[in-house]
């Protein structure tokens, strides 16, 4: 078994020298085939970034009436803040929401003077609440129209007035990852078929050799050994030089990119998912290398 | 050892038109072991497809090839390599594995049966010797004239001691010498007692060996004698 092994591990090392030329062609088509799918996961994860900053700047605030007792709204944070769809509740007394707008509005001497001029505090005690996901604000709302503090809260929930944005956002995030995933779909289907049809004519220029080989008495896993270990070592070069180039691309775009995502280090992003990356990198290239190997060769292996 | 029982073989219709071809009528005849035989015939005859047969490239349309008393065409696909290995082949147009050298071609038959890498790197020396191919030893076939090419060819069909060797016109692309040459070496191995069946249509060769021929023409076997001649 072992004798076995070794011969065939040496006759798809020699094979993969000897025809260099088909073998550089597998490895570029295995190259572009793994670096579409490296780069589709870079987008995916960039365009998931995007919708989890866009979905952090939506909230909704519920606003108390004045009268309401800060016991009755602390019940009701710990409420909320039980809740599945809800990620995040921040208590907002009348106090802190004052100092939040001198804080905002400083600079601007006309607001601050008619501040002021009414003398008392004139905010409300509020709840900001932050949902897990966009569509969820339609029921966070209808719970809270429904609660034992309905009558504390100041009709109507801000969530109406934020509602066409909310919905909007919430469309174009589900479009995004719709279309990504179809795109990835498409992309990946074309470019596995591309590969496989490579290596399937690289195997139709053999076609002549493994008939010999059957001839002579070389049993079919005998024949197909070479072949599929050469598809393996064309999988594993390509992936090495696409880590390689999708490096530099991290460490070239990271910076750049930067500037329009500041939260989005590439280069964290790039050595974080490096195995990840790895591993599905070198799983693709050596089940296409394999698989396209042993379909190409399946009809000269019957005579 | 490898007896014919009314072998007829009809070339189906290609898909893209055409009739069928009847390239063997009714065939029955026996070889025993270390004969040898040349099979005689013009080029058309069906010597290619009874040798055809034998390796089991080709099913018969009818009749039955046995292979000590084994129907070929009853073994297992899976099964066809054992077969294979206990037959060598020499072709008209070599077959010569072209990414391999002269050395590996010739190991790879051993490497098939599983010989050990110190008995292959005796045994494929030694042989390479027989056929004057020594020099060789690390060329490509692209590198071979046609003679070498052949020699290359006689010692991948022989290294593993096969029962038998099936010599489809080996001499077809040669001249004079190296025909004589070649004939010489297929005379050689059957003295070390593997049975040598030669297709062939060179009457000098034919003539030249006093051995057993068998004559094809228009797919039937015309002349089956001992020390025969060419005769058509």
Known sequence: M??????????????????????????????????????????????????????????????????????????????????????????????????????????????????????????????????????????????????????????????????????????????????????????????????????????????????????????????????????????????????????????????????????????????QNLWILFSIQLLTGMILGIFSSLIAMRRYLKV | MIRFQNITKIYPTHPSGGYPTLALDDISFEIKEKEFVSIAGRSGAGKTTLLKLILAEEEPTKGRVFFRDEDIHKIKKSHLPNLRRKIGVVFQDYKLLPSKTVYENVAYVLEVIGASDLEISQRVPEVLEIVDLADKINNFPAQLSQGERQRATIARAFIHRPDVILADEPTGNLDPYNSAEIVRLLLKINELGTTIILATHNKEIINSLEKRVITLEASRVIRDEEKGRFIL
């Open chain 1, 2 to 271: 072992f004798t076995l092994l070794k011969r065939i591990l040496k006759a798809s090392w020699l094979n993969f020298r000897r025809n260099i030329g088909l073998s550089l062609a597998t490895i570029f088509i295995l190259l572009i085939t793994i670096s579409l799918i490296t780069y589709l996961f870079l987008f995916r994860q960039i365009s998931q970034f995007l919708i989890a900053e866009l979905e952090a700047k939506v909230d909704i605030s519920v606003y108390f009436r004045e009268d309401s007792p800060e016991e009755e709204i602390l019940k009701a944070e710990d409420e909320l803040s039980k809740m599945s769809e809800v990620k995040e509740v921040e208590y907002i007394s009348q106090e802190m929401a004052r100092e939040k707008f001198i804080q905002k509005h400083k600079d601007n001497l006309l607001l601050m003077a008619s501040l002021e001029e009414i003398g008392e505090n004139p905010f409300l005690a509020s709840l900001n609440i932050k949902a897990q996901k966009p569509e969820q604000y339609e029921t966070l709302a209808n719970f809270l129209e429904n609660s034992d503090f309905k009558n504390y809260i100041e009709q109507p929930i801000d969530y109406y007035q934020r509602k066409p944005i909310i919905n909007k956002l919430s469309s174009i995030t589900s479009v995004i990852n719709k279309a990504g995933i179809g795109i990835s779909i498409i992309l990946i289907l074309l470019s596995f078929l591309v590969a496989f049809n490579t290596i399937r004519l690289a195997i139709f220029n053999q076609r002549e050799e493994i008939f010999i080989m059957r001839l002579v008495g070389a049993s079919n896993w005998f024949i197909r050994g070479p072949f599929l270990f050469q598809g393996v070592i064309a999988g594993f070069f390509a992936t090495l030089i696409t880590i390689l180039i999708f490096f530099l691309t991290c460490w070239g775009l990271g910076p750049k990119l930067e500037i329009f995502l500041p939260n989005f280090n590439l280069q964290d992003f790039f050595f």
